[in-house]
């Protein structure tokens, strides 16, 4: 009995000698790593003024073992977060919302600030999130400079090589069959007169060739002299004929500017007196631009629904609308302006003699009357050059007798409403002749 109380007092003893050991190593061990610490921060110090302690294999490897696999454990951690973080993204790009909640709440058990830590760069396995980022990037830059890009290829090729193939084998004649001029030529009728670059850009998405003749520089120069005139013989600040005509400001011919106005006017008092009726007065503004610089104007009560189709062509038979031409101004403050002269259409009614027969006929003195409109372009929204603000409106009475012209001046108020571009595609639904 006595025996085994020695052996176990000596086991205690070894147990505590064994301890005592192991912190004076991981004291000489901290007391080293300071020492070659203060050495490393001290580049000028001569290596005699402190020299670090000897190193002893024996104690040091436990300790830095166990760091570096709390260390790996925190990369692996990591990691992971990153991976559950990404496939949350994807789930959540495909709809499936309570799934891609799952995901994000396992990646931020394990690290609370994984939202922070993600680069999008790189994808882990089995997710193709980060992939599709770094593509995107370079399918963005691609597009930069497409147009360069396909004639490079089409140089590369054969000269046997048409600009388009059909993608399969037919029986009748192909469209790529025609010379390049032709298709040119079908190019032009597809803008047409009415300068449609819209179903141009469309155009552009069959093919790499129809890519190639959706941008000659050619087609976009007309467009430009057609809208600008000679203000646009030099090209600069515009990299291309194209950039131009996106850039800068400039009306619209695919549809109609259209402003709405409401107010209230007291009535006539009633036959008894004792009320008085209020009458809200609605009415529309309708401009149209053309290409070929001339304008319509029409003031009505009647819904854009019954009157836009009637302002497809200039030849209406809308009686109370004014025609005339318009001009676009670039103002030294940056600013673009419209000003416009209209008057309504002149109809000769022929005399009738028989009604003035027995009496003499009082002569009435002949007027022309002609209206100045002068507006601002602007953009709202998402949408560009989609708004005119007024800024001018007068109205001018020319005495064909005397020359004389009387001119009357309208305040611009809250009664001229901003008229907004509403876009018409029957207006462009097909061509009457090419560009």
Not at 18 to 37: I, P, T, V, Y
Not at 77 to 98: D, P, R, S, T
Not at 153 to 174: N, R, Y
């Amino acid at each position: 009995m006595a025996e085994a109380e020695e052996d176990c007092h000596s086991d205690l003893v070894r147990t505590d000698d064994n301890e005592r050991s192991g912190e004076a190593n991981l004291q000489a061990e901290l007391q080293m790593f300071r020492a070659q610490w203060m050495f490393e921060l001290a580049p000028g110090m001569s290596s005699s003024g402190l020299e670090p302690l000897p190193c002893r294999p024996s104690s040091r490897g436990p300790g830095l073992k166990s760091v570096d696999a709390r260390v790996k454990q925190e990369i692996a951690k990591e990691e992971k977060a990153k991976e559950l973080f990404l496939k949350a993204v994807e789930e959540e790009q495909n709809g499936a919302l309570y799934e891609a909640i799952k995901f994000y709440r396992l990646a931020m058990q394990l690290v609370p600030d994984i939202e922070f830590k993600i680069t999008y760069t790189r994808s882990p396995d089995g997710d193709g999130v980060g992939k599709r980022c770094v593509e995107d990037n370079k399918e963005d830059d691609k597009m930069a400079d497409l147009l360069s890009e396909f004639q490079q290829q089409l140089a590369l090729q054969e000269s046997s090589v048409k600009l388009c193939q059909p993608e399969v084998d037919v029986s009748q004649t192909h469209i790529s069959v025609l010379p390049m001029e032709v298709l040119m030529y079908i190019f032009r009728w597809v803008v047409s007169s009415d300068l449609d670059l819209r179903s141009l850009e469309q155009l552009s998405l069959v093919c790499r060739g129809f890519y190639i003749c959706a941008r000659d520089p050619e087609i976009w120069h007309q467009v430009c002299l057609k809208i600008w005139g000679r203000s646009c013989n030099k090209l600069v600040p515009y990299a291309s004929w194209r950039e131009m005509f996106l850039e800068r400001p400039r009306v619209r011919f695919d549809g109609v500017y259209i402003s709405k106005t409401k107010y209230i006017r007291q009535g006539e008092q009633s036959l008894d007196g004792f009320y008085r009726a209020w009458h809200q007065v609605e009415y529309y503004r309708y401009l149209r631009f053309f290409p070929d610089g001339q304008v319509m104007m029409l003031t009505t009560p009647e819904d854009p629904q019954s009157i836009v189709p009637r302002l497809r062509t200039k030849n209406t038979r809308t009686d109370a609308i004014l025609l005339g031409h318009y001009r676009l101004s670039q103002e030294t403050d940056n600013q673009t302006k419209v000003f416009a002269v209209i008057m309504k259409k002149k109809e000769e009614k022929p005399i009738d003699y028989h009604k003035y027969r027995y009496f003499r006929r009082v002569p009435v003195q002949e007027t022309d009357h002609s209206f100045h409109v002068g507006l601002q372009l602007c953009s709202s929204g998402r949408q560009r050059f989609n708004k005119l603000v007024w800024i001018h409106h007068s109205c001018h009475i020319t005495y064909k007798s005397t020359g004389e012209t009387a001119v009357t001046t309208f305040d611009i108020d809250k009664m001229y409403t901003p008229l907004f571009f509403a876009r018409v595609k029957s207006f462009t639904a097909f061509s009457e002749k090419p560009l």
